[in-house]
């Protein structure tokens, strides 16, 4: 069965997104920029296009972190480097990372159309995504096509989290939900910062909204919200696909696919964003 347009897409960008989050060369560029540890340069990355915020707007922007985990990391990393010296590092660990594993494949076609993309995220009501596509476009290519990735796996996020909100779910919720379906609660729990404690409660909550059975497996009603939300998730996405055009789009595929395909080798299988393989389905 072929995925939807917007879906497909995201299987392409978000392993070049990615590799700011699981190469050795990100974690070294941060590291160089004063933010030892994954979880300094994590914090630290993401949320330096919002500028030295404190911990409370990327508890909500980020949704599914515990809330203790974000504040061990902010604002102290803000006294470590500052926003600018992190995008600085996050953008030239990406860039690195891109040209070992791309391996000189061409790439500025690729980065034209996925920039031009990026540039039709509509970002009302999606804070993540307008902070990164309020950053210069980077003329060299791998770190346009870094940057375009970057705007585009916020903008579905932002939407995502939106869609999770109307149903009435908060952070721990949707993981616990996940974990019932597809996902591990292994990989997500740690991950994420929650205690078993919360972790529990979350679990409690799903089984009294008739989302989890008695030994904790998802439920029919539980699976259909799941393809709702993800329709849902869609849809949001939707917009820069349309704005592009189906023709252009349809040229991107092509270029994109194999670079999707060699920035996924350094990605974990389990993962706690739950990438699947890149898009393999013609």
Same mark, same amino acid.
């Given at each position: 069965?072929?995925?939807?347009?917007?879906?497909?897409?995201?299987?392409?960008?978000?392993?070049?997104?990615?590799?700011?989050?699981?190469?050795?060369?990100?974690?070294?560029?941060?590291?160089?920029?004063?933010?030892r540890g994954f979880w300094r340069g994590y914090f630290a990355g993401r949320c330096a296009p919002l500028g030295p915020v404190d911990a409370a707007p990327v508890i909500a922007s980020f949704f599914n972190f515990a809330p203790a985990t974000v504040r061990r990391a902010l604002p102290d990393v803000w006294s470590r480097a500052t926003p600018e010296a992190a995008l600085k590092a996050r953008q030239a660990g990406a860039v690195a990372a891109l040209a070992r594993l791309l391996d000189g494949q061409p790439v500025e076609e690729a980065a034209d159309l996925l920039a031009r993309?990026?540039?039709?995220?509509?970002?009302?009501?999606?804070?993540?995504?307008?902070?990164?596509?309020?950053?210069?476009?980077?003329?060299?290519?791998?770190?346009?096509?870094?940057?375009?990735?970057?705007?585009?796996?916020?903008?579905?996020?932002?939407?995502?989290?939106?869609?999770?909100?109307?149903?009435?779910?908060?952070?721990?919720?949707?993981?616990?939900?996940?974990?019932?379906?597809?996902?591990?609660?292994?990989?997500?729990?740690? $991950?994420?910062?929650?205690? *078993? /404690?919360?972790?529990? #409660? %979350?679990?409690? +909550? !799903?089984? &009294?909204?008739?989302?989890?059975?008695?030994?904790?497996?998802?439920?029919?009603?539980?699976?259909?919200?799941?393809?709702?939300?993800?329709?849902?998730?869609?849809?949001? $996405?939707?917009?820069?696909? *349309? /704005?592009?055009?189906? #023709? %252009?789009?349809? +040229? !991107?595929? &092509?270029?994109?696919?194999?670079?999707?395909?060699?920035?996924?080798?350094?990605?974990?299988?389990?993962?706690?964003?739950?990438?699947?393989?890149?898009?393999?389905?013609?």
């Amino acid at each position: 069965m072929s995925l939807p347009i917007a879906r497909r897409m995201w299987t392409m960008f978000e392993p070049l997104h990615d590799v700011t989050y699981f190469t050795p060369e990100a974690r070294e560029h941060f590291e160089a920029a004063g933010l030892r540890g994954f979880w300094r340069g994590y914090f630290a990355g993401r949320c330096a296009p919002l500028g030295p915020v404190d911990a409370a707007p990327v508890i909500a922007s980020f949704f599914n972190f515990a809330p203790a985990t974000v504040r061990r990391a902010l604002p102290d990393v803000w006294s470590r480097a500052t926003p600018e010296a992190a995008l600085k590092a996050r953008q030239a660990g990406a860039v690195a990372a891109l040209a070992r594993l791309l391996d000189g494949q061409p790439v500025e076609e690729a980065a034209d159309l996925l920039a031009r993309a990026a540039s039709h995220a509509h970002t009302a009501g999606r804070v993540l995504a307008a902070a990164n596509q309020a950053l210069p476009v980077p003329d060299e290519p791998l770190a346009k096509l870094w940057h375009a990735a970057t705007v585009l796996r916020e903008h579905r996020g932002d939407g995502h989290v939106a869609a999770l909100v109307a149903w009435e779910l908060d952070g721990c919720d949707a993981l616990a939900w996940r974990t019932s379906m597809d996902l591990s609660r292994e990989v997500l729990q740690p $991950a994420r910062g929650w205690t *078993d /404690e919360e972790w529990e #409660e %979350a679990v409690l +909550r !799903l089984k &009294t909204r008739g989302w989890l059975d008695i030994e904790g497996r998802a439920t029919a009603l539980a699976s259909e919200a799941h393809r709702d939300i993800e329709a849902v998730t869609d849809r949001a $996405a939707q917009r820069p696909w *349309d /704005e592009l055009g189906t #023709e %252009a789009t349809q +040229r !991107l595929i &092509t270029v994109l696919k194999p670079l999707a395909q060699a920035a996924y080798r350094d990605i974990p299988n389990y993962n706690p964003i739950g990438l699947p393989s890149p898009d393999l389905n013609d």
